[in-house]
């Protein structure tokens, strides 16, 4: 027999802790998320939790918005029990993740036409770009932003801002680089 998913485990012990009014509140905050049709045919916290994960909202990478929801709706003694799951490891990966969206930021601000040279230098073919710029027309910004995160599902563990900058810096775009280089070495210095 497999061992129980722990993370499984987590959401329905939390999922039986709420009741009815704190579910709807819940629901009421994942509007944006989940589709109408679907939202109403959630009936608990642990349908809702199901639907979340679906959506990869929720997974065990990355538990950030769980968090979120349950101290909006003022349950941070649940909101605890999530970090204690996520323990210390996950600390550091929600760190890293953080520090890769500011460094999409920053490439999304400072990198002009030429972002397609630099998202094949990452390794996404171009099939992939085609997709995304035909699901984001008229945004370039955008459209490059969504080319980073697929490169961030891609790689996994190997989306990392140095090798963001590795990138940039074989695309020829060194001031870009370094104003990411220095960014990330001004976020080391404050944590």
């Given at each position: 027999?497999?061992?129980?998913?722990?993370?499984?485990?987590?959401?329905?012990?939390?999922?039986?802790?709420?009741?009815?009014?704190?579910?709807?509140?819940?629901?009421?905050?994942?509007?944006?998320?989940?589709?109408?049709?679907?939202?109403?045919?959630?009936?608990?916290?642990?349908?809702?939790?199901?639907?979340?994960?679906?959506?990869?909202?929720?997974?065990?990478e990355d538990l950030s918005f769980l968090v979120e929801l349950l101290d909006t709706?003022?349950?941070?003694?649940?909101?605890?029990?999530v970090e204690k799951f996520r323990g210390p490891q996950s600390r550091v990966q929600?760190?890293?993740?953080?520090?890769?969206?500011?460094?999409?930021?920053?490439?999304?601000?400072?990198?002009?036409?030429?972002?397609?040279?630099l998202i094949r230098i990452l390794g996404i073919a171009d099939a992939t770009m085609?997709?995304?710029?035909?699901?984001?027309?008229?945004?370039?910004?955008?459209?490059?932003?969504?080319?980073?995160?697929?490169?961030?599902?891609?790689?996994?563990?190997?989306?990392?801002?140095?090798?963001?900058?590795?990138?940039?810096?074989?695309?020829?775009?060194?001031?870009?680089?370094?104003?990411?280089?220095?960014?990330?070495?001004?976020?080391?210095?404050?944590?």
């Amino acid at each position: 027999m497999e061992k129980v998913d722990k993370l499984n485990a987590m959401l329905l012990q939390i999922s039986g802790k709420l009741d009815n009014k704190e579910l709807e509140d819940l629901k009421f905050l994942c509007q944006n998320k989940i589709v109408k049709k679907k939202m109403e045919l959630i009936s608990s916290p642990i349908h809702l939790f199901r639907q979340l994960k679906e959506l990869l909202e929720i997974s065990e990478e990355d538990l950030s918005f769980l968090v979120e929801l349950l101290d909006t709706i003022n349950r941070h003694d649940l909101a605890q029990e999530v970090e204690k799951f996520r323990g210390p490891q996950s600390r550091v990966q929600m760190r890293e993740r953080d520090q890769l969206d500011q460094a999409f930021d920053i490439i999304c601000e400072n990198v002009g036409k030429d972002w397609k040279k630099l998202i094949r230098i990452l390794g996404i073919a171009d099939a992939t770009m085609d997709q995304v710029i035909y699901e984001n027309p008229n945004n370039m910004q955008e459209q490059l932003r969504q080319c980073l995160n697929k490169w961030r599902e891609k790689k996994k563990e190997g989306a990392t801002v140095s090798a963001l900058v590795q990138g940039l810096e074989n695309c020829r775009m060194r001031l870009v680089s370094e104003r990411l280089a220095d960014s990330i070495n001004l976020s080391h210095g404050t944590s």
